[in-house]
Nanobody, 126 residues
Framework: QVQLVESGGGLVQAGGSLRLSCAASGRASSSYKMGWFRQAPGKERGFVGAISRNGGRTDYADSVKGRFTISRDNANNTVYLQMNSLKLEDTAVYYC???????????????????WGQGTQVTVSS
């Protein structure tokens, strides 16, 4: 079974940057669609972005477009979320997730993903 482990979260000032990593293990393939989601206290888990199997396509939530970038290194079974120009509203637990469906669609809803990491906390301060 796939295990996804996020890392790289922490405390950062507004306007700063963080890079989150999601390391996968137990996979039959390193090339699955991957998504990033986040959940703030008392809020629903929301879509951040997703990346296609080979990294050729990405989709982002409007709230992070131009600030966040998803990339992947399939040789190392790792997906990244580069977060720049962080805002207070970005504070949340960030999760990576795997979509094992054969569809090329980059889904933006949590139920579309099969496996989830434990999450890593990102706190943006003023």
């Amino acid at each position: 079974q796939v295990q996804l482990v996020e890392s790289g979260g922490g405390l950062v000032q507004a306007g700063g940057s963080l890079r989150l990593s999601c390391a996968a293990s137990g996979r039959a393939s390193s090339s699955y669609k991957m998504g990033w989601f986040r959940q703030a206290p008392g809020k629903e888990r929301g879509f951040v972005g997703a990346i296609s199997r080979n990294g050729g396509r990405t989709d982002y939530a409007d709230s992070v477009k131009g600030r966040f970038t998803i990339s992947r290194d399939n040789a190392n079974n790792t997906v990244y979320l580069q977060m720049n120009s962080l805002k207070l509203e970005d504070t949340a637990v960030y999760y990576c997730a795997e979509d094992r469906s054969l569809s090329g669609v980059l889904y933006g809803t949590a139920p579309s993903y099969n496996y989830w990491g434990q999450g890593t906390q990102v706190t943006v301060s003023s």
